[in-house]
């Protein structure tokens, strides 16, 4: 407890002191608007001398003309000025907010935008991504306690200083640092993509941080107050957005999908194929691509492979992929403890681990399995649904959250009502015994499938309703109502899904070990 309360003073004292700490020179260099960090150390592999400062314009290679097209090819009725860009985005990962992130950048550059992205963190998966036309300042901040507010503090305080003169500012994580960019920045207009309330992402840690997040939750709310435009990924987390933020104007809030986009991973050679025209698995293969992290609840499909063992059914095979955090204790321990549930269960026959598998490999898995899995209860939208559609295989997922939107019952895949190991296995068997699934193995309908795909979830049309968005706060262009998708949401009222924090037997067990971690 003690460790935890000195870690809360800390986060407190970093967020209440930040100016102080940002305008002293032993701290902070700031020179030519850039912002140079003198004592605190860039995170990985990533720190950077001057002389290798100009890697960091990299390069949007493989997709930039694809991106052109796309965007063209949508908003040919709308003509948005050239503009400056800012993109504020700390802690740049793997996961679908970091890609959306990447897809925002790529849309602007191929438009001719001047694009500038403000992060704490770039992580090695992106080392060999390039990204040409756009100015990458990389504030380095090490992770701790309270950083989802903090970090955007830091990058506020960083534009304060700077040269840079931004029409667009594009915000997700917190809005910690509205004040800051509306105070030097008067004529700039603002957009928040809003992937979960954050007070929402981790309610169960201690005491003390739940009251702080609360507190910081009510002076969030006044910021977004100032936002010009708000952003959520699922009809899910706007119901959630509105029920923690209910003063603001609902007007202000749309629901955007956020952005699928695996055309320019994938070669021609290699377009999603039917189960029926490849070669038949010996055995039935389940994927789950997924993080490795308690609350996705991956340990209910080991459980579930158990069960299907118990019961005589042999003849499937479970491969369990996806990234690895070796910066996150509880990514590092949930993943050892999901690699020892499988021998305590007896199914390392039946289930193999795949961590941090590079895009290439994942899209080679899904044309390999027979069936995708994705288990978290509660997920704000859920981008693994919709590249497992995309390539022509059915879902199972937790009716509830964003991929309760995304899945069609029984014709694209399958939902449980909660995140249990029975209702796994059952669905498991299901999906065994189903034969053929129409929708996905025909051509026929997997063309009417993949049309719903690309009105509401593909890049061409995230992109579309960015620019809409856009064109509207900047007064460019009166749109028709009848040819926006940007809505106004309305309250949507989800009943609560029960979501235990681990299988009964290991409960306890993860519990001790993620205290142990994060003190």
């Known amino acids: 407890m003690e460790t935890n309360i000195t870690k809360f003073i800390f986060a407190t004292r970093f967020c209440l002191f930040t100016p102080a700490l940002f305008s002293s020179p032993s701290h902070f260099l700031f020179s030519s608007g850039s912002f140079v960090v003198s004592s605190v150390p860039k995170p990985l592999s990533l720190a950077r001398s001057s002389s290798e400062e100009s890697k960091t314009r990299r390069s949007l290679t493989q997709s930039t003309n694809r991106a052109q097209m796309s965007s063209s090819t949508l908003n040919n009725n709308i003509a948005i000025k050239k503009m400056h860009v800012v993109i504020v985005h700390p802690e740049q990962w793997n996961g679908g907010s970091d890609r959306c992130t990447v897809a925002l950048i790529r849309h602007f550059v191929s438009q001719g935008h001047r694009v ?4 704490t963190m770039i992580d090695e998966y992106w080392k060999n991504h390039t990204f040409d036309g756009v100015e990458i300042r990389e504030v380095g901040l090490k992770l701790h306690p309270g950083d989802w507010w903090s970090q955007n503090v830091a990058l506020g305080w960083h534009m304060v200083f700077s040269n840079l003169n931004p029409d667009v500012a594009i915000i997700d994580h917190s809005a910690s640092c509205v004040p800051m960019i509306k105070w030097r920045f008067p004529q700039c207009k603002i957009l928040f993509y809003c992937h979960f309330p954050q007070q929402l992402v981790t309610p169960s840690r201690f005491f003390l941080y739940r ?27 706007a119901t959630q957005f509105c029920k923690v933020m209910p003063n603001i104007e609902k007007s202000k809030v749309r629901v955007v999908y956020p952005p699928c986009d695996i055309d320019f991973i994938v070669t ?5 194929v039917s189960r029926a025209e490849r070669a038949k698995n010996n055995v039935y293969t389940f994927l789950s691509m997924n993080r490795f992290w308690p609350e996705k609840r991956l340990d209910i499909i080991v459980e579930a492979a158990a069960i299907l063992k118990r019961r005589g059914y042999t003849n499937l095979h479970v491969q369990l992929a996806g990234s690895v955090m070796p910066h996150i204790p509880e990514s590092r321990i949930y993943y050892d403890l999901l690699q020892d549930m499988t021998k305590e269960l007896d199914v390392t026959d039946m289930v193999t681990f795949i961590p941090s598998p590079t895009d290439k490999v994942k899209f080679q898995l899904y044309q390999q399995c027979d069936t995708a899995l994705y288990t978290p209860p509660n997920e704000h939208f859920g981008i693994v649904p919709i590249e497992a559609l995309d390539q022509r295989r059915p879902v199972i997922v937790c009716d509830s959250g964003g991929p309760a939107e995304t899945v069609l019952e029984d014709i694209t895949g399958t939902k449980i009502a909660k995140p249990c190991g029975e209702l796994l296995a059952d669905a498991m068997l299901h999906h065994m015994n189903k034969t053929d699934w129409p929708e996905l193995d025909t051509e026929e309908g997997y063309a009417k499938q993949r049309q719903r795909l690309e009105t509401e979830f593909s890049t061409r049309g995230f992109c579309g309703n960015i620019d809409r968005a856009i064109a509207e706060m900047m007064g460019d ?6 040819e926006s998708s940007l809505e106004p949401v309305e309250t949507i009222v989800h009943q609560p899904v029960a979501t235990e924090t681990f299988a009964k037997p290991y409960q306890q067990k993860n519990a001790a070990h993620i205290r142990r971690a994060q003190a």
Do not use: M, R
Not at 116 to 119: D, F, H
Not at 268 to 272: F, R, T, V
Not at 477 to 482: H, K, M, Q, T, Y
């Open 268 to 272: 021609a050679s290699e377009k999603p």
């Open 477 to 482: 262009l009166a749109i028709n109502s009848e």
């Open 211 to 237: 009251w702080y997040a609360k507190l910081i939750g009510i002076v969030e709310e006044e910021l977004f107050g100032q936002i010009d435009q708000i952003f959520v990924n699922s009809n899910f987390t």
């Open 116 to 119: 500038t992205w403000l992060t």
